[in-house]
């Protein structure tokens, strides 16, 4: 049975929030919902939101998170690594002067192991830290999908200068991400689509 993703870009920063579902099914799972609750809730609009998956505990992938999770009783998923950054605004470095939802304050979210289903889905969490200590990248084997967060761009690879950030430890994330099938495809936290093999093939490591 094939899946839908669907894209929302949302807030200033225009992360990709995506919301996943299994073709004839009624429920779907939200990775990273940020800044943008309207457009967020219109993309859910009649399916029932199963789980709220973060690849990290950032402003701008997490803010939706405690409004739809209180409003549909969605639980919500974060690596026990970036936990913290759910409750505190310089951890997760919140904007004021860009934001439109308030500041992350105690969402209470369930560890991320090392897999979890839902909503008929079946996601290998693979622990990519570099950019955050708990930063995650949400891996469909059998569908050929990855969302890699903000650990791995189109032409590019999360920064490594804020709170938790370690740049040998994103050396060895960006192997671990290289070593996977060329051919997966790959739905990252800020700009377009691309594929492992595209980006294994700028960098020699
Ligand atoms: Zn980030």
Redesign the pocket.
């Known amino acids: 049975m094939r899946i839908n993703i669907q894209t929302v870009p949302c807030g200033a920063y225009q992360a990709n929030a995506y919301l996943v579902w299994r073709e004839g099914r009624d429920d779907c799972a939200l990775i990273d919902p940020g800044d943008d609750l309207e457009r967020l809730e219109g993309a859910i609009g009649d399916k029932r939101l199963g789980a709220i998956l973060l690849t990290?505990g950032?402003f701008?992938?997490i803010l939706a998170a405690q409004p739809l999770a209180k409003a549909t009783g969605a639980a919500a998923y974060i690596h026990p690594a970036d936990a913290e950054m759910l409750s505190d605004m310089d951890k997760s470095a919140y904007n004021a002067s860009i934001c439109r939802l308030p500041p992350p304050k105690g969402l209470v979210a369930k560890p991320l192991g090392e897999a979890l289903s839902a909503c008929g889905l079946d996601f290998t969490v693979l622990h990519t830290p570099g950019?955050?200590r708990g930063s995650v990248c949400l891996y469909l084997a059998d569908e050929g999908v990855l969302f890699s967060?903000?650990t791995l761009f189109e032409a590019g690879y999360?920064r490594m200068d804020?709170y938790g950030g370690d740049s040998r430890q994103m050396l060895d994330s960006l192997k671990k991400l290289f070593a996977l099938p060329g051919e997966l495809r790959v739905y990252p936290?800020h700009g377009g689509p691309t594929t492992i093999a595209r980006e294994r093939d700028r960098y020699i490591l």
């Open positions: 990290h950032h701008d992938h950019h955050s967060g903000d999360g804020l936290g």
